[in-house]
């Protein structure tokens, strides 16, 4: 586990903070089409439409985006600044109990499991939607109940998503929600950054 230091980041200081640039653009607009997407296609659309089917489809396509930008994105981007692993979360887990407050600059541990779970849910219920439309799954019950409880399970997960940047938020000092908007993470003086 490497601490970094300010100075190693490229981090500017701002009143004994540091503000570091974190989250390209391409990242920032496929994370709040996302949100939209779902926020569209679970409150505000009707789901026998086509434009319910649509919308599917572009959440479909951005994780599909967003998975090509994890290869060949930017470093706080890709796969290997946010890996899916259950010993790291454990560890963060741990760590949070005990009172650290260390800013991790691309997702913390937990965050990057939910970022997976999200992304392949939305893969199952876009795989499974597509799948209705065809003569071969059209009717077909499994299909169907896959696509209603992944969909579910996704809702289940933006809420936990929602609580946990509330969490953190708090537990670190930075803004999470504001730096999905400008990009910057605002690191409170003297914190330590992973």
Request: hydrophobic share 45%; charged share 20%; proline share 4%.
């Amino acid at each position: 586990m490497s601490k970094q230091n300010s100075g190693r980041t490229g981090a500017r200081d701002r009143t004994g903070a540091r503000d570091i640039l974190v989250w390209d653009p391409l990242v920032r607009l496929i994370h709040w089409s996302l949100a939209l997407t779902i926020l569209l296609n679970g409150a505000l659309v009707e789901e026998e439409s086509k434009v319910h089917e649509w919308i599917g489809y572009i959440a479909l396509g951005l994780v599909g985006i967003r998975l090509v930008w994890a290869l060949i994105g930017p470093k706080h981007a890709r796969f290997s600044a946010f890996p899916p692993s259950p010993g790291r979360a454990i560890r963060y887990l741990r760590d949070v109990l005990s009172g650290d407050r260390t800013v991790h600059l691309s997702h913390n541990p937990l965050g990057a499991l939910m970022v997976y779970n999200i992304w392949i849910s939305v893969i199952v219920i876009g795989s499974t939607g597509y799948m209705m439309t065809t003569i071969s799954f059209f009717g077909v019950d499994w299909v169907e109940e896959l696509h209603e409880v992944a969909f579910g399970w996704l809702l289940f997960s933006v809420a936990l998503h929602v609580a946990g940047v509330a969490f953190d938020s708090w537990r670190s000092g930075v803004n999470l929600v504001r730096s999905m908007v400008s990009g910057r993470k605002a690191i409170p003086k003297g914190r330590e950054i992973e």
